[in-house]
């Protein structure tokens, strides 16, 4: 599978990545212009999304912010990079949905014959779905939710139903019939694949990666579903906790193999090693 850059643009631009760290910093614009040396206009126009700023500014702002100077210039420059996507010992099927004014996204994961297959997360629901579902894939073994939140767990009880999935997992119990919570480090197994949860709290509060394997003799690379945590080129909002979301991003980079492909709830496939060297908040 190849990434597309131009047809998958990225889930933040240098203003929505600069909005973040000043957050992040606790810093308004006048203080972070002040500290960097950076004109506080400019600092507004790239917040506002018409960014003028040169190389010598990014990297101030980004010395000032803890970022990686040179995933912030490429961001700036419009050419962030992306790594091509090969070596998956299984087929994955990137849904991207249109939800208000962004697009979220799902995957399905299947054997690359055959018409069964696992979903993580459904999107605004099942009409989006069925929009772009492959129609080789009739059955649904699973359904695992990264976070319950509109634009990802839409119309669960119906997806499952319309698919038959018998399981459905999502990190917290949340006294719906449809679904059962997956705890930190509990895997679910088929005879194909290998789903690992891994509790990821920051953005939401009950938030979980899925690490995905080719069930039986480890082979090919894995696949992490990253939910709103990690996107190719910047971070979910802590909407729950920053300190806890930079927690879930450290226990990810400490304990996956560099060459895990990332599959973010918004935006482009990426890779772990990827992120590691250009992600601004990855520094
Ligand atoms: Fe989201």
């Not at 009739?138 to 990802?152: G, M």
């Amino acid at each position: 599978m190849k990434n597309s850059p131009m047809q998958v643009p990225l889930e933040d631009e240098l203003g929505d990545v600069l909005d973040k760290a000043l957050s992040r910093a606790g810093l308004s614009p006048d203080q972070a212009a002040a500290r960097s040396g950076v004109e506080v206009s400019r600092l507004r126009d790239a917040l506002d999304w018409r960014s003028e700023l040169d190389c010598r500014e990014l990297g101030a702002l980004a010395a000032l912010l803890g970022l990686n100077e040179v995933g912030l210039c490429a961001l700036a420059s419009g050419s962030y990079p992306l790594p091509e996507i090969a070596g998956l010992p299984f087929c994955l099927h990137p849904l991207r949905m249109p939800h208000g004014i962004g697009v979220a996204n799902a995957y399905i994961i299947s054997e690359c014959c055959g018409s069964g297959g696992i979903l993580f997360d459904t999107g605004p629901g099942l009409e989006a779905l069925l929009a772009g579902w492959p129609s080789r894939i009739q059955k649904l073994d699973a359904v695992f939710l990264t976070h319950v939140e509109p634009e990802h767990a839409g119309g669960l009880c119906e997806v499952t139903r319309h698919f038959r999935a018998e399981h459905a997992f999502s990190p917290a119990p949340t006294g719906s019939p449809c679904h059962r919570e997956m705890v930190d480090a509990q895997s679910w197994e088929n005879g194909r694949f290998r789903v690992t949860a891994l509790s990821t709290p920051g953005h939401a509060a009950a938030h979980n990666c899925y690490l995905v394997e080719s069930a039986g003799a480890r082979r090919g690379r894995s696949l992490l579903i990253s939910g709103d945590l990690l996107f190719a080129g910047s971070v979910g909002c802590p909407l729950h906790c920053a300190e806890r979301l930079n927690a879930s991003l450290g226990r990810l980079l400490s304990s996956l193999p560099e060459d895990t492909v990332i599959a973010p709830g918004h935006g482009p496939l990426t890779t772990l090693a990827n992120e590691r060297r250009y992600n601004p908040f990855l520094r």
